[in-house]
């Protein structure tokens, strides 16, 4: 334990020196975060007024301060969850960096982990006070139930841990193809629909709605955030930290099995 | 010889790559139907190392020198044949070993590009998890011997060539390993920084007994460090052994350094041997290894001869004609 402390505090002291390196790129890539959700919430706004002050499926509605709430909050939780690995490693398989670390003692997702980490604690810092005069703006529905919003933070974790692993097993696929792209664009769609960017996935019809529940993507995109909300049935707040825990389980088992036959590939065809 | 470090047993490593012609048409058929080749990159090869030797893995470009060294470090899995190293399967890649190990090479980098080295040195010791004491000790003797200090603090993109390769150098040799492989350490990097850099691998192996195994285009690295060489060439072993015994075995003749007390105009030398130079008194000549004394009493009876000396061929041109050769042939045929 005092060994990956030691590990992770080294990595993450060299994530920042070179985030403070490069910290105006380093901002505009932050600050790509607040487009999706803005615009979301601007059709969403439009959409509210048209409908005379609400939008309701089923028993669930959501009015203007809603919907600023649940994109201001997804914004946020966006950015605590984010993973861009999938283009940097394949990068490195293809043009043979991902040598060097390999002769480390070291998986080298945990050194993709601590940047990922270091980047989102740097940008955080940058981007709260945009955060704020956003939640001053945009005057958002505050918080309904206290609990749930402590419980948002464990689940905001999860998700991130998730999404990270999840993603960074589709980048090893870079092992076979070379080129991710692909799978990534379809991950992209899949996420933006299922994850409940585009829409709160309790707006969604019947059958998409299900699906997109159960899915991996709400687990890592809005469950924590209608958690901060207090929208989750009191019910379903248990279910939601066994489903998380269960693709967790499901990522960390895919990132294993890929990762062993995936640097057998590439030490097969010449690393 | 003492209980190997390194042992290599029948090691081949065969690589399956695609082929197309080149063009659209190509293109879209082997969409449809790959081709493959097999290429043979190292073919049973088979050496020992004992502990602290440093030995001088030989080959040109393609020969399996690369691919050999990444299956010891544990980067390449073979198609078959053993390695143990320290007693260790290199490519199950254990964490126990690859602390024990290190891998510099010249063409590639472990060291962060954006900030000084420094910090990529600070993330090593926590990875190979060395202690404070040890890590200090180390990095100034490290600083010592390559003159790091200076480049301690300089991010590494603002580094030249050879500044770069001895703080990879440095990086590489923080965690103190037992084996270390050396993959065109010089590569590029000037005459100076090349010696500096051997200077170095030799004060670090006589210091801490470390075994290395080094590949190189420039024979003075290999002739500045090991005794012994192990030549490869089209992926097998053409020689293990002493670097002088090769020449002995390599190269079918001597050459013989003539001065003479007059000029050699008018004088026939081709008569003892192929003329190789010929300035004033001065001559060398090739002569075949075994009519080399016989050759040597006419020269000194027959001719005015001021000094005369025998030597082996430069070990680059032994070298170059071994590697001339095709596969399954020997060098006497030049």
Redesign the interface.
């Known amino acids: 334990m005092a060994y990956w402390l030691r590990v992770y505090r080294a990595l993450l002291k060299m994530a920042w020196s070179m985030m403070v390196q490069y910290r105006f790129t380093v901002l505009i890539w932050a600050v790509w975060g607040f487009v999706g959700p803005l615009i979301s919430l601007a059709v969403w706004s439009a959409t509210t007024a048209a409908r005379g002050g609400a939008v309701s499926n089923g028993g669930v509605s959501f009015s203007r301060s809603d919907f600023a709430a649940y994109f201001l909050v997804f914004m946020i939780f966006g950015h605590l969850t984010m993973s861009w690995d999938a283009f940097e490693f394949a990068w490195r398989v293809r043009d043979g960096n991902l040598s060097p670390r390999l002769l480390r003692p070291l998986n080298p997702i945990h050194g993709d982990a601590a940047a990922n980490v270091g980047f989102k604690t740097f940008t955080s810092l940058l981007l709260l006070p945009i955060w704020i005069a956003l939640f001053v703006i945009l005057r958002p529905t505050p918080p309904a139930d206290a609990i749930q919003l402590l419980l948002a933070v464990p689940a905001v974790l999860l998700a991130a841990v998730l999404r990270y692993v999840l993603q960074y097993s589709l980048a090893l696929i870079a092992f076979w193809t070379t080129r991710v792209d692909a799978i990534n664009q379809l991950y992209f769609t899949l996420d933006s629909f299922l994850a409940g960017r585009i829409a709160p996935l309790a707006l969604l019809p019947g059958w998409l709605g299900t699906m997109a529940v159960a899915s991996p993507f709400r687990a890592m995109g809005s469950f924590p955030v209608e958690l901060a909300l207090g929208r989750v049935p009191p019910a379903d707040v248990a279910s939601g930290f066994v489903l998380q825990l269960v693709w967790l389980a499901v990522a960390l088992a895919l990132f294993r099995v890929l990762w062993a036959a995936g640097v057998r590939q590439y030490s097969a065809v010449g690393a | 010889m003492r209980a190997a470090q390194i042992e290599i047993q029948h090691l081949t490593k065969v ?2 790559v695609t082929e197309r012609e080149a063009g659209v048409a190509a293109s879209i058929g082997s969409l449809f139907r790959r081709r493959y080749r097999e290429v043979r990159a190292v073919e049973d090869v088979s050496f020992r190392v004992a502990p602290g030797e440093i030995v001088g893995f030989l080959g040109p470009n393609g020969a399996g020198k690369t ?1 050999t060294l ?1 299956m010891l ?5 073979p198609t078959s044949g053993s390695a143990t190293v320290l007693g260790y399967t290199p ?1 199950k ?1 254990q ?2 070993y ?2 024990r190990i ?2 510099v ?1 010249g063409n ?3 060291l ?1 590009w ?2 000084p080295p420094m ?2 040195f ?8 060395i202690p404070e004491r040890e890590f200090r000790e180390t990095l100034d003797e490290l600083v010592d011997l390559l003159n790091l200090e200076p480049l301690l603090r300089k ?1 590494v993109r603002g580094l030249s060539l050879g500044e770069r390769m001895k703080c990879e150098l440095a990086a590489a040799l923080l965690h103190r390993p037992e084996v270390l492989f050396l993959d065109e350490p010089t590569l590029g990097v000037d005459v100076t920084m090349q010696q500096r850099i051997r200077q170095f691998v030799a004060e670090h192996n006589r210091r801490h007994g470390a075994t290395v195994l080094l590949t190189s285009h420039y024979m003075a690295d290999v002739t500045a460090l090991c005794k012994r060489v192990v030549v490869i060439h089209h992926g097998r072993v053409l020689h293990d052994g002493q670097l002088a015994a090769l020449a002995d075995r390599m190269a079918p003749f001597k050459l013989v350094r003539l001065d003479l007390d007059r000029e050699a105009n008018g004088l026939d030398a081709g008569r003892y041997g192929e003329v190789l130079e010929s300035d004033g008194g001065k001559l060398v000549l090739r002569v075949p290894r075994a009519e080399t004394s016989a050759c040597v009493a006419r020269l000194l009876s027959e001719l005015p001869v001021v000094d005369l000396t025998v030597e082996d061929p430069p070990i680059e041109q032994v070298i170059d004609l071994v590697f001339q050769t095709a596969p399954g042939e020997t060098a006497r045929t030049v």
């Open positions: 690589y399956r691919t990444k470090a544990g980067l390449l899995h490519w890649r964490s126990a690859l602390r290190s891998l090479m590639r980098n472990q962060m954006d900030i910090d990529s600070l993330v090593n010791q926590a990875i190979y998890d991010p």
